[in-house]
Structures are given as C-alpha cells and as structure tokens.
C-alpha cells in the first residue's frame, strides 16, 4: 500500500516542481509559452491509454528489468496527471494580480524571491483544487498499471494493485477483501486530508478578489466579489473558481492575435510530432518487419478503423448516461445541503477507490443476477459498467462545481421568475456550468478509454471466467499484446493515437473555445 | 395607494437587502408575515419582481430572450412571448437591440434588460436593490430620470416599487415615500413623505430640506444607557 501511494505522490510531486518551473519559463517566454500550452492542451484531451501499449514496449523491451517495469508505471500515472496540474499552474501564474506583480518587481524580488513569495503561494489553491480529481486519476491508473503483461511475460511491481491481483487469481478471496479494506481506509484517510487541505489552501491563500482568474478576460467584465462578499462565500464555492480555467491568452492585445495564432499551430503541430515520437519504440519494430506484415497491417485497417468506431460507440454511451445522472444529480444535491454534505465526500472517496481493484468481486457476486437480465449482452453490460463507475465521478464533480459557482442572482432570478425544473436546465443552468460541463467530459471521456482498456478483455477475472466483448479495438489489442504481436499493438496504437488527436483538436478544443467564449456566467453579472 | 415608489433607506449593514428579500419571498422572517393583495407571499414570485444592484443577465441570451424568461411561467404562445418582449424592451428604451448580447452592452442598457424582463413577468410590485450602484453617474441620472414613467406607464402592471439606496439625492428625486432603518436591531425611525412635483431639481430648496432631514435620520443612533 505505501508502495502504491508512494508512486503517487511521488509523481503528483513531479508535476508541481516540474509545473512551477515550467510555468514561470513561459511567462518569461512568449515562443515557449505558445508551444507549452497548446502541448499541453492537446495531450491532456488525449486519453493515457493511447500511450499504454507503446509505452510497455518501450520501458520493458529497451530498458527492461525493474527499472524498467518501475519507471512505465511511474510514467504512465504521470502522464494521466501531469497536464492538469501544469496547466493549473500556469493559469494561477499568469493570473497573479497585476498590483502584486507590480509591487515583487518594485521590491526587486528575483527569481527566487518571486516563486517563493508570489507566484508558489498564489498557486496553491489551483493545485489543492486539482489535486482530488489528479489523486483519483493517478489511483485509478496505477492499480491497472501495476500488472501488465507483453507477450508471454507478465510483468509487475510491487504495491496493491498487484497483491489484490495475485490474490484474486489465487483465489483468496478472503485476503483480497482485506486488502480491499485496506486500501478502502487509505484512500478515505487520503480523500478527507485533501479535501481538508483544499479548504484550507483557498482560505489561506485565496486572494479575496477571487474573480482575478476571469479578470484577464476581453470584455467588459469586472470584478465582482467584494472582499466582504467573498468572506461569504463557502469554500467550495471559492474552490470552484480554481477548478476551472478561462483563457489567460485572451488578454493578449488583438495584433499579438496573429502571430500567437500561428505559434498555435506550431505548438499543434508539435504536439502531434510528439505523439508520434513517443511511438518510436512503435517504429523500430514496425521498420524490423517484413514487407508482408506491413502488407498485413494495411490490409486490416479498415476492420481497425470498425474496431475503433465500436469503442468510440461505447465511450459515447458511458458519456452520455454519466452526464445525464451528473445532471440531475448535481442539481438536486445542490438544493438539498443536508444531503450534499453527505453525498459529496462519499462520492469523491468512491471515485479515489480503484475499480479494477474491486471489479473482480463486484463481478463474482452480481454475476448470476446480471446475466439473467441480460443474456448475451452480460459482458458488454460489465465493460459499460466498469466504464462508467471508473469516470463518472469526473463530470459529476466538475458540474457540481459549476453548479456551485453560480451567481447567487442566479438562483433568485430563477425563483423570482417561477421557471419550471426544464426551463431552469436547459436555459440557466446547464449554459451557466457549460464551460464545467466540457472539462468534466473531457476527463469523463478519457477514463472511459481506461476502463474499456481493463474491461473489454480481463482472462480469469473471476473462478476461470474471462470478460471479453464481441468487438473492441482495446480488446484487440489486449489481445496482440498478450500473443507478443508487437507489429499489431504499434500498429494499433499509432491509428488510435492519431484518430483521438484529430478528435482532441477538432472538437474538444473547439468545445472548450466556445465555452469560455460564450458561456461564462461570471461575464453576466455587471458590477463595477 | 397605487403607483408608489417607496425607499428604504440606512446604513450598511442594517438590513435593507435583507428587508427587500424577505419582501419577494426569498427570504423567511422570522416573525411577522408578507401580504400581498391579500395572500401571503412564502415564495418568490413573478408577482413580486427582484432587480438586483450587481447586473444580472444572461450572457448566452439576446437580449430579447433574457426577457422571455420573465414571460415563461405564463405558457404563452411563441408569438405572444416574443410580442410582448419586444414591447418591454422598447419601454425600457432598448428597440433595436433586441438581438444584442448583453456582452455588447453597456452596463445601463443590461440594467435595462434586467428591468424589462422583471417587467414582462406582470409584476405588481417591482423590488429594486440599489438598482444604479455600479453604473456610472451619467448613466444612472439617464435611467433615474425615465425610471419612474417607465415603471408606471399603462404597459405595465405595476402597483408600487420598493426603491433600496444609498444615494440620499437619488431617493428624493425619485420616491414618493421613505422609510430610514437605523440601530441595532434596526427599527424603522423614520417615515418621510416626499411631496414635491415631478421631474424635481436638486436646486430646488424642498429638495435640500428632505435631503437634510434623511441625512439626521440617518446619524447614528447613540446606544440608550440601560435604565435602572
């Protein structure tokens, strides 16, 4: 168990050093800046699990050993929080307020001065806020990525993703309760302790003109929040206003637009040059096969590309139930606070405690009800089901958030006017948590890959049954990974890892455009 | 008596907001009970429309539908909702912007949004919390002067409209009644009826007498030394 939190922590420690530099370099430079953010942009709409196969090969067949198994796991959790925290940073950073920057330039801080007295401590409720969501992410990777076969070998380090694991196959299914409970009691303790210290990193070090990450906004907005009027306001709600990012680029001044716009691209492009470096390890493989493999590969691209649309499919469905119950969930909890208390803590550890780690038992006891209900759709409903309670939590949380952070006139105008539950969704509040609403799918959609990766394929997940879907690219995938098929995983991976960049790019970004252009709630309220 | 705007005046913090929302329902006192035409009011309610002092509109919605919302809860047709929307808007002075976002709005002209929605709800009592604090001067003395025809004009459905400010010159020029809250607990210490003919002038000397007056209402109140 500390094995396993020690990974974690250790890696969420990573990104906030490696964030806090990074952050002030780009602030210090335009260029790298440009390329940074739209780097990170684009590699955090990207799913971890497009990486998973290429990154095995990689560790395990050219490092190899330990270190090797040690270090894939360590990268991939990395890579599952590291863009959330960096890009928190870097928000926080540039929208230090323009007064206290005015008064550490005044005061002669240098480099150390400024990080230590300014710019760190005005990141800290941005990453305390990230940190939940981060810790869930990291938790719920690391327990899959703690066993992981290539080829015949399988492959594991020590921590208890790997012991539930070895347990469950040994059929002790007494002990893997109790390290279940074990790991049940760590992740509550760890929950509760960041959530203590959210709470208080934003009454610590919240500034009380909190509306400063909307103040670089274009437009006439002002800041709204008086510092008695913030004193109100629930630390939750002041937290919300960390959770989610506006665009600091939009402060620029309109000539810059230009220029910035094609060092944009250049930053896309880069990206995806990027993509495909980490799949060198793909492309010495593929270079080292024969010319009738090749042959092979693009001859069962089209069938590729079906296998990809089933899984899109899937993801789309846990998606669209996790949004819909996110939707009703969040706003019934918000009007009843009693509950929400409750629920709210309840759901985060929930969504901390990894799936893969209990799935095995959840399976052995419902199985016989299920497969009543379902017939032969049994195994599709786990891999939906495995999906979906391993993302919904990152929608819920980010709408309840949203819902949160509403304009109190919101609510009273809602309440004045007597509009009906429909017409208080679909006109104000959903447009009011829309910038929320992306975000939280964002993430939602990218564990659903995680899930679909354990899910669709899992030999013996209980007493010598195996799950399996009919058609799944992940299933397939699993499979050329366990028959040591390399060509075919490269292959697959290298469609896969273009497919969802075209994706990120062409509709998740733009999503998240025309969210922090138009549906920013903060911009309809007009104080001076 | 209809057609009446009354202020309530006092110091921060006395309870003048809160007073306005235990008015429209938003708020449950603790004793005592809110009438309107008869009935009691336990909930906010179109009949009692709120416009709040920090702007708010929809920045998703034209202008023309944010001030739909304020006709939702009658069902209407979509010919009468956008009808009498656009017959709100051009009271409040807004023909034209009907497809406007508030984004491209001055803060006067969303506060004229704001009012034209609370309107188009059929209110008969309009509830105004310091409705010209984050305008500018200009823009505000612009709206104040047109606000009290606007409000009771025979378009609208208004009855009387509860005015809450700081602004002594703003109260006189337009209230026909003000009530000054002041001590802890705060007590209503003082009623004044304004009776001077419209549009009023600062210059004029009635004008600084009632401001006057307001003003040594409004001092503070020294804490009475326990009797006994």
New interface residues.
Partial sequence: MGATTGRVFFTILLSVLSGWLLGYVALKNRTFENIYISLSEVLESVPVITFFPVVLIFFVTDIGGTIGSQLAVIFLVFTAVVWNIWMGIYQAFKTVPENLREVSENLRLGFWGKMTKLYIPFSVPRIAANLIPSFADAMFYITVSEVFSVGNSTYSVFGIGSLIYDLTTAGEYTYAFYSLGVLAAVVVVLTLLLREFAQYSVQRYGLDTEASSNAVRR??F?I?YSSRLSNAVSPVTKLARYAIRSRAQEAEIEEEREKSHHLKTLGQIIAFVFLIGISYSVFTVISSVPDQTWGYLLSTTPYDLILVGADYLRVGIIAVISLVIALFLGYWLSLHVKTERAIVPIIQTLAAFPAPAYFPLLFAFTYPAVERAFGSFTDEFYVLLLGFISTFYYVFYSYWLGVKNM?H??W??M??????FW?RMS??VI?ST?PYIVSGLTSTINSAWGGLAIGEYWPDIYDGKTLEVHTGLMKYLALADAQGNLAVVGWLSLIFSIIVVIYSVLFTRKLMDLARE????E?????? | MDNELIAIVGPSGVGKSTLLRILGGFIKPTEGEVILLGKKVTRPTPKIALIHQSIATFPWLTALENVKLGLKYRNLTKEEEDSIARKMLELVGLQGFEEFYPKQMSGGMRQRVAIARALAADPYVLLMDEPFAHLDELTAEGLRQEIYSTLFSQDTSLKAAVLVSHNMNEVVELSDRVFVLNGGPATVVGEVTIEMERPRSPRDQKFQEYLDLLYKLLTPVKKKVKEG
């Fill in positions: 437009g006439r002002r709204r304009p006139e919101y009273e105008v309440d004045n006017l007597n509009l009906s017409q006109k104000i447009p829309f138009k549906y920013v709630a911009e309809g309220i007009y104080a001076a």
